[in-house]
């Protein structure tokens, strides 16, 4: 099977120059772009006066953007807070991107700036004081590079512009007003429409690709071109000559970026914990005293462990983190007891619920309730007022307040209903059976793959997963990852495993971050069928809520696989005539939101 050298090869995008030419700007647009309008995206990217505006993830407001208070529950100060960060940001990267050609590389500016955009994520951190501190932050590190700049460079180059001259107002009341000059409608007044689009696209491509990078650091991988990208991608999208042509080729290479700290948070994980392996997870609590993980970084995790090694507390995994069970060294806790709960969306109700503290690794966190507010930790890029935050990986706290609560009872045992889920379908464990899953195909036994994946969220249409995923024939395979899994994943029993084997017919390849996964699986599939990915018998329908999932989709379109089912809503921000092009040249293709055995139909044949 390949290596990644070959994957990359073999699957990569040759960006042709014409790709984004002009007239690939109909105005009329194609039968499935329009399809994709009229599946609630027909009036975006529209003008507000209100006192936010933010569409930078799924669940935005009526689809077009969040005026009042954010639907995820950012309020508006918190909001033009971020805006300004990423402002500074991109004078951060002028001067980063120029030090870079000069060979000046600073892997600690890397990481600084990387966890300061993870913060602007849907869903990370809602504390303005945290996020004006990351501000001030920022500022001091561009100042600090354009003084080193200077000292290097025989002629430098002089930056005067809007993002190398911003100094935050010491007053929250100025520093607010200033933001308005930061804000998404003020980009947007700035710009044509199709360009505004790809900046935006490419902006939140990146928080995504930040978000991961920030993973793979925290388990000790790092790339200094993921960063280096950050940095000339921000300095493009804050000059003046830009044009459509080279903005959609750096979305695209926004995927490329992203398919690297995928790839070294994977190397990451599977280093420090073992190569993920085939797990079957309780759903069901053990009386005792309990902590609950949240988020998704298995480091904080496996700190935790450690820490409450030897002691009565146990450890439950919580939305994203549930895939831990699949690593071998994670397994190895014996206190590590099982899964708690479902996707994020659902936390109030999960974590009300949970009888001991919470701890939030990284996104998604919901506003909490006052009921469990106390109870709930952060840690990394995370944060809300009122709740502890901790740093250091020293959870103590955490657990002197698990010994203070009281935990699962023999009654609430006795309540909770039995259940499983599996996980640790990783590519390593998936390649490990290739010859059989040739020899099914061949025998008729697997007819099809699909990938049933991404975040999940609170809207109805999403419904459309479980739907989807269950109705899926008997002689096929679906591949899952991300909180989309918790649409189908108590079912195991329901799906069964192929026939006439012990493969389970529902494989959760793992987190999100895991679709490097997913594109190893299918790479090796296409290697053994002596074909390319887009003509196996596979179909990939994706879920997307956040940032995260923009930078994965774009991996997959860098890759050039096409035909990509997305849903359930078309982003905000992408234009009629973006979303044309992506629709002729990827074949990108709406979900059929109310008819998921429309869908199942077409994409069977």
Known sequence: YYTDSALMRRLSLAIRPSLFARSSFPLQRSGASSQFLQSGSSKRMASTSGSMFCMQCEQTQDNKGCTTVGVCGKTPEVAAAQDVLVHVIKGVSQ????????GVVNAEADE????????????????????????????????????????????????DNEYTNFIPAKDTADFLEQAKQTSVLARQARNDADLFSLQELITYGIKGVAAYAAHAAAV??????????????????????????????????CGEANFKAMERLNVGHTTLFGAPAPAKVSL???????????????????????????SDINVYTHGEMLPAHGYPKLRAFSHLKGNFGGAWQLQKMDFSGFPGPILMTTNCLVEPLKSYK???????????????????????????????????????VEDAKDGYTMTGFG????????????SLVQSGSIKKFFLVGGCDGSEGERSYYTKLALSAPKESVVLTLGCAKYRFNRHMEQFGNIEGTDIPRLLD???????????????ALAEAFKTDVNSLPLSIVLSWFEQKAVAVLLTLLHLNIKNIRVGPNLPAFISPNVLNVLVDKFGLTPIAQDDAAGDLKKMLG
């Open 374 to 412: 106390s109870r709930v930790y952060t840690t990394n890029a995370v944060g809300f007022d009122g709740v502890t935050h901790l740093t250091d990986r020293d959870y103590s706290p955490v657990i002197r307040h698990a010994q203070e609560c009281e935990g699962f009872t023999e009654e609430d």
């Open 220 to 253: 000790n991988e790092t790339d200094t071109s993921i960063a280096g990208y950050v940095y000339e991608a921000f300095d493009y999208i804050s000059s003046d000559s830009q044009t459509l042509d080279a903005s959609l080729g750096m979305a695209l290479r």
């Open 509 to 523: 390849v793992g987190q999100c971050n895991d679709a490097y996964s997913a594109v190893r699986i299918a790479g």
């Open 95 to 102: 001067y980063a991107r120029r030090l870079r050609a000069l």
């Open 427 to 438: 590519h390593e464990a998936v390649i490990g059976i290739a010859d059989r899953i040739v």
């Open 112 to 159: 600084q700036v990387c966890e300061a955009l993870f913060a602007t994520l849907t869903n990370v951190n809602f504390s303005l004081s945290r996020i004006q501190d990351m501000v001030a932050q920022m500022v001091a590190l561009r100042e600090s590079l354009k003084s080193e700049y200077e000292r290097v460079c025989s002629s430098p180059e002089k930056l």
């Open 284 to 310: 069901k609590p053990v009386e005792g005293k309990c902590i609950l993980v949240s988020g998704h970084d298995l480091h904080d995790l496996y700190a935790l462990l450690k820490q409450t090694e030897g």
